[in-house]
């Protein structure tokens, strides 16, 4: 037994390679929890392999049900795990499984590398639909390469100059009242660092992120300064575009960027990046049962907005 190439509504084709790819079960008898763990375990080489060249791959058709049995599945591709770190709010259901996000259904998560400010990011993300949204809700998935690409041939003189002077990013988290709240970014310095104490904190960030300098605020908050950096990096053989450039929320007013030596990104460059993920991503519309597998250090992920019910779980992978 193996597995069956299937077809999703609105894939796209790189290369050669379709994105995302699609696997389900050769015949309706193989559907089952213990046929898909028992296929992982034996194709673990070829799926790697499937992973490196397409990006992400999508598994369809399986009756897997519960936050237990998508921890079962991940633990049968054999990857060590990784603590996942970051500024909004998650429920641990399993020893390795998480909700993947708190925030309200309706708010947009935009597109991003799973903890790219980090010194440390996973490698691998997976993430298992328990409950589609009602409405909306799509996991949408970009090659960041492909972003790399498109984005030169249409702001080469941008692009020369983030390679030349690099980018830097300023960024805050909530201040004391706005922590655990409705909004996206919901956790203060002091629960990220696991600290009151500002220089246990400032130690802290400069360990765990690619931070230059913090600075803390009477009201709770904190000041990060990222850069100058060039947000490009080559990884796995490929030239991705790896940190944030819009944000996490959408929001263009959001974003505090400039480049290395100090003068302004021009506004056109966030407009047109806008323009190419949305030219050149894919919305996966939800199944129940579906496991999404992403290369997290060439595939960026985001939320649509959606209406509940949505329960979307996750587990990365060092």
């Not at 992982?40 to 519960?66: C, K, P």
């Not at 909004?183 to 696991?194: D, E, P, Q, R």
Request: glycine share 8%.
């Amino acid at each position: 037994m193996a597995f069956a190439e299937g077809r999703i509504d609105g894939e796209k084709v790189f290369r050669g390679a379709v994105f995302p790819k699609t696997l389900v079960p050769p015949t309706a008898v193989d559907s089952s929890l213990e046929s898909l763990v028992e296929t992982v375990e034996r194709e673990r080489g070829s799926i790697t392999d499937l992973l490196r060249s397409h990006g992400a791959v999508l598994f369809r058709g399986y009756d897997v049900r519960s936050a237990e049995e998508f921890d079962r599945a991940v633990r049968a591709f054999g990857w060590e795990e990784t603590e996942h770190v970051g500024a909004t709010t998650r429920i641990k259901m399993t020893d390795r499984v998480y909700t993947a996000n708190e925030a309200p259904v309706d708010q947009l998560i935009n597109f991003h590398h799973e903890m790219s400010m980090m010194k440390h990011s996973p490698s691998k993300i997976f993430f298992f639909c328990c409950q589609p949204a009602s409405e909306g809700g799509e996991t949408s998935i970009v090659q960041s390469n492909i972003v790399v690409e498109k984005m030169e041939e249409r702001l080469p003189e941008v692009m020369a100059k983030l390679s030349e002077v690099g980018l830097v990013s300023k960024s805050k988290t909530p201040r004391d009242d706005e922590a655990d709240s409705e909004k996206l970014i919901n956790k203060t310095w002091k629960w990220i660092f696991k600290t009151d104490d500002e220089a246990v904190g400032e130690k802290r960030a400069k360990e765990m992120l690619n931070c230059n300098s913090v600075s803390f605020n009477s009201d709770g908050s904190a000041d990060f300064v990222f850069g100058p950096s060039n947000p490009i990096r080559e990884l796995g053989g490929k030239r991705v575009w790896f940190l944030p450039f819009l944000g996490y929320t959408g929001n263009i007013y959001d974003v505090n960027h400039s480049f290395g030596d100090g003068s302004a990104v021009p506004r056109e460059a966030f407009v047109t990046y806008g323009e190419v993920l949305e030219e050149n991503c894919v919305d996966v519309k939800w199944q129940k049962g579906d496991i999404l597998l992403i290369d997290n250090h060439s595939v960026q992920h985001a939320r649509r907005p959606g209406k509940p019910p949505r329960v979307i779980l996750a587990s990365v992978c060092k």
